[in-house]
């Protein structure tokens, strides 16, 4: 009995070995986050941004913020900014409004959000993501 | 600017006996652009207003400082409080109305009876605390009589941050349990458009009426608000931006770079958070707050009062850890 329970556990933890070996995929920490190449810069002092992404990666669903990737391409998803290329800040899913739209899963959108609902994270331009140097 | 005050304005208005058709034609066109139907609907919109019966509006007050009614009463070319008055049919809004007392009750339960229903319009916080006894009208609570009477409109219309979100009154400690409409009357059904400001830009309003009898209802925001209005952040149709983007701030109000125009961020402004149309619509068709040198305080936000506040001090809240 004792023989059989143990075998049973080393082969589900082989198993599940062998399917977190199979499935294991990267999730950054930090992602820096830069203006596509050629896109024009909207302002003079916003520097490249450090984005915590092993802390959203942890409190939040992947597909929360990558909105558009599936089950299929687990593994594979793609940074923002692969698709949100235009540099006009009016256009709907340009570079600006990537992170600045009203609701999820824009930055801002969601930050303001929360805040409203009595959450503490921050909002602030100069404090939360563009901290002057 | 507009030529001569708001006082020749009503005496020009008095002698008329009502608002002239070109008056009336030139509100239809502002409204049909507006509303983001283009100019060319003016037409429309004079018909849809012109041709059906005019709507009955129940305009309640609760915790408020009246500010909204005022802002609305003021607007100004074209006179949206006369062309307001022809358009609807306000049967109770107890600050201009002539009746008094029980006689202004009796107009209330005539309304809220009227077969053909009406629109409600709540402006103020709702007491909710000990039964709601902090605010009462008529021997009746606030929140009783809001929901007696909001529950049988077709429409309800929160008017300014108090009725949308609670607004000062709901700010910490918030002695009197005040809520907005749709928190405090979510149990009897109740389900609001959101006009929130303090005071809203009286156009919001109207514009919201107009679209209510023009095309039905507006799309809505996460926070009940028409998108239409505030869909997008003050921060992003600012004239100053341009100052933000430079990085060129004023440092105090009484600085040269203050003078100059530059961008008030660093003097509390919240219009990066804050989503209206003030820069745009302007209040009155003159100014707002940031033209005449004074931050954005986030307004039309909720809980703006906890949540944006010290008004004269950019937030401080950086990421913990």
């Not at chain 2, 809001?146 to 002695?175: D, E, H, W, Y």
């Not at chain 2, 609001?192 to 095309?215: Q, S, W």
């Not at chain 2, 028409?226 to 990085?247: A, E, W």
């Not at chain 2, 100014?287 to 949540?307: H, L, M, Q, R, T």
Request: aromatic residues 10%.
């Amino acid at each position: 009995m004792l023989r059989n329970m143990l075998l049973f556990v080393s082969l589900t933890a082989m198993l599940i070995f062998a399917v977190t070996t199979v499935l294991a995929y990267e999730v950054p920490d930090k992602v820096l986050i830069e203006r596509p190449k050629g896109n024009q810069k909207l302002n003079s002092w916003v520097a490249p941004v450090s984005f915590p992404h092993g802390f959203h990666a942890i409190r939040l669903a992947c597909r929360d913020c990558h909105h558009k990737e599936t089950d299929k391409t687990l593994g594979k998803y793609v940074p923002c900014r692969q698709c949100h290329t235009d540099d006009d800040p009016t256009a709907e899913s340009g570079f600006y409004r990537a992170w600045h739209s009203p609701g999820p899963p824009s930055c801002l959108g969601c930050h303001t959000q929360m805040r409203s609902e009595g959450g503490k994270n921050p909002v602030g331009c100069t404090t939360a993501c563009h901290k002057p140097k | 600017m507009p030529n001569g005050t708001r006082f020749d304005g009503l005496k020009m208005m008095a002698g008329q006996g009502g608002v002239s058709r070109r008056d009336f034609m030139k509100f239809c066109g502002l409204m049909a652009t507006f509303i983001g139907l283009g100019p060319g609907f003016a037409a429309e919109v004079a018909h849809a207003l012109t041709t059906k019966k005019r709507p009955s509006v129940v305009y309640l007050h609760c915790a408020e400082c009246t500010g909204c009614t005022e802002g609305l009463l003021r607007a100004y070319e074209p006179y949206f409080d006369e062309i307001i008055m022809s358009t609807i049919s306000l049967d109770y809004c107890e600050t201009v109305m002539a009746a008094a007392g029980t006689a202004a009750h009796a107009a209330l339960e005539k309304a809220i009876t009227n077969p053909e229903g009406f629109i409600c319009v709540i402006e103020g916080g709702i007491p909710t605390f000990h039964g709601g006894e902090y605010g009462k009208v008529g021997g009746e609570t606030m929140f009783q009589l809001c929901a007696r009477v909001a529950s049988k409109a077709k429409a309800t219309i929160a008017m300014g941050s108090c009725a949308s979100f609670g607004g000062v009154q709901a700010a910490r400690p918030n002695l009197s349990g005040a809520k907005g409409v749709n928190e405090a009357l979510k149990a009897v059904g109740v389900n609001a458009i959101n006009i929130a400001g303090c005071p809203p830009n009286p156009m919001n309003f109207v514009g919201t009426v107009v679209h209510l009898l023009t095309k039905g209802m507006p799309d809505l925001d996460h926070w009940n608000r028409p998108t239409l209005f505030y869909g997008d952040t003050v921060h992003s149709q600012c004239p100053r931006q341009k100052h933000f983007n430079s990085g060129e701030f004023a440092l105090s109000f009484d600085s040269p770079e203050a003078k100059k125009g530059w961008c008030l961020y660093k003097l509390g402004c919240k219009g990066p958070y804050t989503y209206n149309n003030c820069p745009t619509a302007l209040f009155n068709q003159v100014n707002w707050p940031v033209k005449a040198g004074a931050p954005c305080i986030g307004c039309s936000e909720p809980n703006f009062w906890d949540d944006y506040s010290p008004f004269f001090h950019p937030i401080e809240d950086g990421p913990k850890g």
